[in-house]
Structure formats: C-alpha cells, structure tokens
C-alpha cells in the first residue's frame, strides 16, 4: 500500500522530485534519468516507471537551465533504445524457452510461430506506436524477441520510434512546460499526458471488442 502511494505522489508531483533529485545530485541527474527510462523501457517487471511524464518533466527542467536540452535529448534517447534492444533480446532467449514448456498453459509452440508472422507483418507499425503508449512499450520489443522478429528490422524501428519518443516529450516540455498555466497546473498536466497517452490502447481494446462481438452475432 505504501508502495502505491508513493508512485502516486511520484507522478502527481513528479516536478518537485526531480527538483530535489537535481539539487541532491546534479549532473548525476542525467544517470539517474538514463536508468529510469532504461527500466521503463527494458525490463518488463518495471513498466509502473515514470515514462512520458518524466520526459515532460525533464524538458521543463532544462529550459530553467538545469540540464543541456540537447544532451539530454541524446541521453534520454539512447536509454530508450537500448532498453527496448535489452527488452528485445531477453525476449529472444527466453521466450522461446518458455513456449517450448508443454506444461505451460496457453503457451504453445503455433502461438511463437503466429506472433513471428505478426511482427514481421506490423513489426514496424507495432514498435514505433508501442511507444507512445505506457505499458504496451514495456512488452512490445520483448514480444517481438518472442517472436523472433529479424533484429535488423527491429533495431530500426526501435531507433525511429525511441527518437520520437524521447524528442516529442523532451522538447514539449523544454518548450511549454515553463509557460504560466503549465507551471501552475503541472500536476493536472501531468495526468493529462498520461491520460492521452492511454488513448490509443483503449481506442485498440474497443476496436478488437466490437471485432470479436461482430465475429459472434454473424
């Protein structure tokens, strides 16, 4: 329970963290963010980490001067990248382990075959929008291991999606986060990013609802 609470005071007052981080640590700051987003993105048992809304953040920062908005752009974007490259690969090797278990329920070997057919098909499309939603990015590049998606096609749209990402909330925020209505109301922004950022998944989860009610009344 505490856990949870804090992770709600985390991303209702993300700013005043970071500000405390920054002023604890300074340019150490961009290590730290470089983690966060690396666990976001490479490990799938951390995707509750602060994605969209940290970056938004971390822009804000540097247009007060607290960070070099291009090097954390290149910081923030590398992390991004090879953590989806990490996700990737831990999908690669152990995955296919996992299917090959016959007392895996709902595991078997048709579904690693479908899901590599899928992503060689929409790998592209799959990556780069996995990105901007939260959670979805978390399990797309491991998926993708999963299913054996060719690594050069992956890696390049890991690169594409990672650096829009990253530039999009980055520089949003270096932007606009210091206008007065942001500044007052970061909170409230803040959930608004995320709540936006949920939009595409739930517009999908309709989509395949109202598919699969169609496929029982015909």
């Known amino acids: 329970m505490e856990i949870i609470k804090y992770l709600i ?11 405390e981080i920054i002023i604890q640590y300074g340019t150490l700051t961009y290590i730290i963010l470089f983690l966060v987003i690396f666990g976001e993105t490479g490990l799938v ?4 980490l602060p994605g969209d809304s940290l970056l938004f953040a ?3 920062f540097a247009a007060k001067g607290s960070f070099d908005i291009h090097i954390l752009f290149f910081v923030l974007m590398l992390a991004a990248v090879i953590g989806d490259t990490v996700n990737y690969w831990i999908g690669h090797f152990i ?3 996992i299917f090959e278990k016959e007392n895996v329920r709902f595991l078997k070997k048709e579904y690693l075959d479908r899901t590599h057919k ?18 979805v990015r978390t399990f797309a590049p491991f998926v993708a291991g ?9 890696i390049t749209y890991n690169i594409t999606g990672g650096a829009a990402w990253v530039a ?12 007065d209505f942001v500044k007052h109301n970061f909170s409230v922004v803040i959930l608004a990013i995320i709540f936006i950022s949920l939009i595409p998944g739930f517009v999908e989860f309709y989509r395949q609802r109202k598919k699969r009610n169609k496929a029982v009344i015909d």
């Open 118 to 135: 899928f992503f060689e098909k929409y790998g592209g499309k799959t990556i780069i929008i996995a990105r901007f939603v939260p959670i």
């Open 168 to 179: 999009l909330f980055t520089y949003g925020g270096y932007f606009f986060g210091n206008i």
């Open 95 to 97: 995955g296919p382990k």
């Open 9 to 19: 005071d985390l991303f209702l007052h993300l700013d005043v963290h970071l500000n």
């Open 45 to 48: 048992i951390t995707p509750f």
């Open 58 to 60: 971390a822009g804000t």
């Open 146 to 154: 999963v299913g054996s998606m060719t690594y050069t096609k992956f």
